[in-house]
């Protein structure tokens, strides 16, 4: 047998369930809550001025989803905070059909106010919820924008889709979720976005 024949024989992909277990049972660390929660006011503050609004409303559809499956896991939910979720889903559908239309990106000050409460929900539900909650709510998330994309969404849905779907959840999935990277999409992808101000 040759010497990198051997090599190759060598290497070995150790999975540890128990570290995985551990790790997937801690709570997000927060600084990283603070990091996102700094993300999403970002976001809002510049989406509110009329800058790089399209991807800060790709952000906050993402944002709105997540907080939609993370209320449905029961980490802070309840018909007060899916209400919170409906409407901050219906505020950016509207939005998006306004800008669509010809129209501008500017938000009505009801349509503000409901994603202020949509970024204060989300971040209660991350100081709340597990790595592994947060992983699975991802996934699930993804795989419901992509049925919606589909056309298997129920009648009366209101679909957002953002950055986050099947495709790029199994793509980034495999990074292992620590204190720096728990968020799968709209995050730091939102930094990579349009650098330009949106008409």
Do not use: K, Y
């Not at 790790?23 to 990283?32: Q, S």
């Not at 970024?119 to 539900?125: D, F, G, P, S």
């Amino acid at each position: 047998m040759s010497r990198r024949a051997r090599q190759r024989r060598q290497v070995r992909i150790v999975t540890d369930p128990i570290s995985l277990a551990i790790a997937n049972a801690r709570a997000i660390a927060p600084e990283d809550v603070a990091m996102h929660e700094r993300i999403m006011q970002t976001a809002l503050d510049e989406f509110s001025r009329g800058l790089h609004c399209h991807a800060h409303w790709l952000s906050m559809a993402d944002c709105a989803n997540m907080a939609q499956t993370l209320a449905e896991m029961r980490i802070v939910g309840g018909a007060e905070v899916m209400a919170i979720v409906h409407a901050s889903q219906a505020t950016l559908a509207a939005v998006m059909q306004r800008h669509q239309a010809g129209g501008s990106w500017t938000l009505r000050a009801p349509e503000l106010a409901s994603l202020r409460d949509l970024v204060w929900l989300h971040t209660q539900q991350l100081r709340t919820a597990s790595h592994g909650e947060f992983a699975r709510a991802a996934h699930i998330t993804a795989e419901r924008v992509s049925q919606a994309r589909a056309g298997n969404a129920p009648r009366d849905a209101i679909v957002i889709e953002g950055q986050l779907n099947a495709q790029t959840w199994r793509s980034e999935a495999a990074t292992p979720i620590n204190d720096t990277t728990f968020m799968p999409a709209s995050g730091p992808r939102m930094q990579n976005a349009n650098t330009e101000a949106d008409a």
